[in-house]
C-alpha cells in the first residue's frame, strides 16, 4: 500500500509559478506510475499528467501541455508538478495518485490518492 501527501499549494497571481510536490510512504516507489489530477467543485476530476516508474515516460492534459512539467526522485519518493504561466482556470485541488499501470490517463486506472492540495490563481 501507498500513502501520499501532497504538499506546496497557495496562491498565486496569473502568470505565476507553482511547485507542487507529493511525497509517498513506502520502499517499493519506483515501482508506480504517478499521476496529477485537479478538480473544482462540481466539476470532474481532471487529468493533468503523468511520469512512469523510471521516469522514461511522461504525458499531460491538452490545458496545461507546455506549461506543467512532472518530475521524480525515486531515491526521496517523491514526485513533483511545475507549474508555470499559472492561469486563473488553473485554479482547482491537485492531487497525485499512484498506479502499477504504466500509462494512466484516467481517473480509474489509479489505485492510491492524496487528500489534495488547494492552488489559487489571482487574475
Known amino acids: 500500500q501507498v500513502q501520499l501527501v501532497e504538499s506546496g499549494g497557495g496562491l498565486v497571481q496569473a502568470g505565476g509559478s507553482l511547485r507542487l510536490s507529493c511525497a509517498a510512504s513506502?520502499?517499493?516507489?519506483?515501482?508506480?506510475?504517478m499521476g496529477w489530477f485537479r478538480q473544482a467543485p462540481g466539476k470532474e476530476r481532471e487529468f493533468v499528467g503523468f511520469?512512469?516508474?523510471?521516469?522514461?515516460?511522461?504525458d499531460y492534459g491538452d490545458s496545461v501541455k507546455g506549461r506543467f512539467t512532472i518530475s521524480r526522485d525515486n531515491a526521496k519518493n517523491t514526485v513533483y508538478l511545475q507549474m508555470n504561466a499559472l492561469k486563473p482556470e488553473d485554479t482547482d485541488v491537485y492531487y497525485c495518485?499512484?498506479?502499477?499501470?504504466?500509462?494512466?490517463?484516467?481517473?480509474?486506472?489509479?489505485?492510491?490518492w492524496g487528500q489534495g492540495t488547494q492552488v489559487t490563481v489571482s487574475s
Open positions: 511520469i512512469s516508474w523510471s521516469g522514461g515516460r511522461t
Open positions: 513506502g520502499r517499493t516507489f519506483s515501482r508506480y506510475t
Open positions: 495518485a499512484a498506479t502499477t499501470r504504466f500509462i494512466a490517463t484516467t481517473r480509474g486506472s489509479y489505485y492510491y
